[in-house]
């Protein structure tokens, strides 16, 4: 069965697949046979690996895809102030 994935116009008009989990679990039980059970464990083990590796520093890198890393931004907080009384105020960097 061929579905219809939904299909996303960015502003350089190049074509941009957008699949949800539902979608992926969709895709694995019609092109592996699986039920949606099997398709939905498959799919939340192999996210949640995903997101334990990244979250512990590690890159991942999925032959012929492509590398997968967090990137964390490290700048100074900046220098902000209170509305009502004009008072400088320091927020944690992000």
Known sequence: ?????PVMRTADA???RTFRKADLIA????RAGLS???????IEAFFETLR???AAGETVKL???GVLHCVTSHRAPDAIR???SLRPLRHAAS
């Open 1 to 5: 069965m061929k579905r219809d994935w």
């Open 14 to 16: 190049a074509r941009t």
């Open 27 to 30: 895709a694995l039980c019609d």
């Open 36 to 42: 949606r059970e099997e398709a939905t464990e498959m």
């Open 52 to 54: 334990a590796t990244l």
């Open 63 to 65: 032959a012929g895809f």
């Open 82 to 84: 209170r509305p009502a």
